[in-house]
């Protein structure tokens, strides 16, 4: 592929920065939804998360008393929604666009004064010796602690779900919160307490856009963020490691679709015969790691469309064509949806309670 | 039940809106594509607004929603506003044009004033700045002030007024500097700070050491403070925070004097629907203070540049000028008439790329 200009060390670099704040948002909200709790308010708690941090971090000249405050920030919000849906019962949908409409409000006031101001910088966490390797230094070793950070709550969200006894309440309570309660789990206390917990994280991914990626205040800076952190946890299927693997794809294709645009890049039509056989070849090597035996119908397909797109690949030798700005453009959404859907073919769905009221005398 | 009461409350707007004219005070509302916030375009605009409370006083009430967006919400929050018993509604996206209309064709008796469109009606006026003049005085600069040849352009949405743009830059810049290249990114979009950002790195780290930007907010400015080594203009506003580096100038757009005539007008009863388009010379289109990490030489150059479009001695789009495709555009010393710059849809010979549909 003609990659122009574009520096793929820089490009996966700039990946791992993009993915960063929708994934630890989204990993917050995946939490709060496991506990079958339906907050639409991340989008607000994100620039509430990413004033509080920013003006934070600008008094007291430390981006990590910023970050902090940013956490604080985004669950003492999500209190507020806490209050509204776990103790007078209101409805949650509704109660997350407000808490949305609000958090924007109320940024803009907390935020008046702060335009034009330049935050403290975060220091580049570099490790020393790996950031040296060259390629994988400057693409795995050389970030500010966030992404680590992001990185381990990753895998930390991950294993306390599926190994620890928190997790099984937190998910009981997500799929049945009747039994749970009857089972004697504090069902609003574990609400309550996974809100926050989305809450500071929506805050740590908002104050990551304001203090590091852009690194300024502007008023309604997060410009959708929440939204996009929200939708992969529903198409990453209330996983954490598809969230992961959506965050990378998404904020991955967004700088290489920008890169693509500023290269002029052109697109090699035989590469995508070359694509087809690589997607039938890792089909086939798991295939055969379940050791399950294919139809002779199923090989017939496989080996046809093997050889029609080797045809392909070899008939287009050498043909390019500029990419469309346009497809470029929707090309992160259209990826990232489109990956996580086939994904979630298997048996993944939402918690069963997710979205209703509980009250114990009901 | 609500199309009645919809009914209802339109006719009780509808005469308040007419009474309002008999009465002291008019009512002017406006709808902001951004937060009015961002530092730029949308900022820019409420600057006008709080010029036009300034000036009349106790005549005027003005009333805004920001953060409008594009398509079917725009036209509910204008329709709204009208039934709010605004008289005069200044709509400033370009994106609002078709919402606009379908609105004032319901409300016959409000105006409107649609930004940097092209359709009319007997209640709708168009206005917008000859933004491509600054355009030219920053590719001058832009031109001059390159070491690595590369000038990057973070583009928003492919409509005439952005490719006008784009071409004003080029062939300024071409005029200086030959080698000069232009990188274009389309962000699709007029206010994401974290995608303006991610575009400007992404022109720095393939070479640009110029951005030039035709999104709304500042967020290209820190990148490239950030990154360090480059230089950006102003957009829609001064930008004044990141002066004299990276920021060594900018367009700056003064609508105040337009919002005060045009309310005055609706006051006096003589509003009548126009087109306007005004550049430097009016004064609707400034150019920031351009700093001194500009050579001496160059500032003079582009103020004379500057003062050449301001008096009419020359215009931007002069002849021998050709489409990117090679074919003939103007000839030598031919300008380039209005009806062309606003439908613009083609780039000049030299630039590479295609403009998206």
Known sequence: ?362 | MTLLKKLASAAVALGVATSAMAQDTTKVGFIYVGPVGDGGWTYEHDQGRLAVEEHFGDKVETVFQESVKEGPEAERAIRNMALDGADLIFTTSFGFMEPTLAVAKQFPDVKFEHATGFKTLPNVSTYSARFYEGRAVQGHIAAKMTESNIIGYIASYPIPEVIRGINAAYIHARKVNPDVEFKIIWAYTWFDPPKEADAATALIEQGADVILQHTDSTAPQAAAEKAGGVITFGQASDMAEYKPLPRVSSIIDDWAPYYIDRTQAVMDGTWETKQTWDGIGPGMVKIGEITDAVPAEVKAEALALKEAMANGDYHPFTGPLKKQDGSDWLAEGETADDGTLLGMNFYVEGLTGEIPN
């Not at chain 1, 209190?79 to 849906?85: N, R």
């Not at chain 1, 602690?145 to 997500?174: D, E, F, P, Q």
């Not at chain 1, 890049?265 to 035996?293: C, D, M, N």
Request: a positive charge.
């Open chain 1, 1 to 362: 592929m003609d990659f122009g200009s574009i520096n793929p060390v820089l490009l996966l670099a700039s990946l791992m920065v993009a993915a960063t704040p929708i994934l630890i948002a989204a990993l917050g909200e995946l939490v709060v939804e496991r506990t079958g709790v339906l907050n639409l308010g991340v989008e607000g708690m994100m620039i509430t998360g990413a004033i509080c941090g920013f003006a934070t971090a600008v008094n007291t000249g430390s981006p990590l008393i910023g970050f902090i405050a940013a956490a604080v920030g985004g669950a003492g919000l999500s209190l507020l929604f806490a209050f509204l849906t776990q103790v007078a019962l209101a409805n949650q949908v509704a109660s997350g666009l407000g808490l949305t409409l609000f958090g924007l409000g109320l940024s803009a006031l907390l935020g008046q004064g702060y335009q034009g101001i330049k935050p403290p910088p975060t220091g580049k966490l570099d490790i020393p010796l790996l950031a040296d390797i060259p390629v994988l230094g400057p693409i795995l070793f050389n970030h500010d602690i966030m992404v680590y950070a992001g990185l381990a709550l990753c895998a930390a969200v991950w294993a306390v779900l599926k190994y620890t006894r928190a997790g099984l309440i937190l998910r009981a309570v997500g799929e049945n919160h009747d039994a749970a309660h009857a089972l004697g789990y504090k069902v609003v206390r574990v609400r309550m307490l996974a809100i926050m917990f989305g809450g500071a994280c929506a805050g740590l991914g908002g104050a990551y856009i304001s203090l590091i990626r852009v690194p300024q205040w502007t008023e309604g800076m997060t410009a959708g963020a929440g939204w996009i952190a929200l939708a992969l946890v529903v198409f990453a299927s209330w996983k954490a490691g598809r969230v992961l693997l959506g965050a990378w794809l998404f904020g991955g294709i967004t700088v290489l679709q920008l890169n693509l645009q500023a290269a002029g890049a052109q697109l090699p039509i035989p590469a995508l015969g070359w694509a087809v056989i690589l997607g039938l070849a890792i089909y086939g090597v798991a295939k055969a790691a379940t050791k399950s035996p294919m139809t002779t119908k199923q090989l017939w397909t496989l080996g046809t469309l093997f050889t029609a797109s080797l045809a392909f690949a070899l008939l287009t030798q050498g043909i390019r064509v500029p990419f469309k700005v346009e497809y470029l453009s929707m090309s992160p959404y259209l990826i990232t949806i489109l990956v996580l859907v086939i994904m979630s073919a298997d048996k993944s769905r939402a918690p069963a309670s997710l979205g209703r009221i509980f009250h114990a005398s009901q």
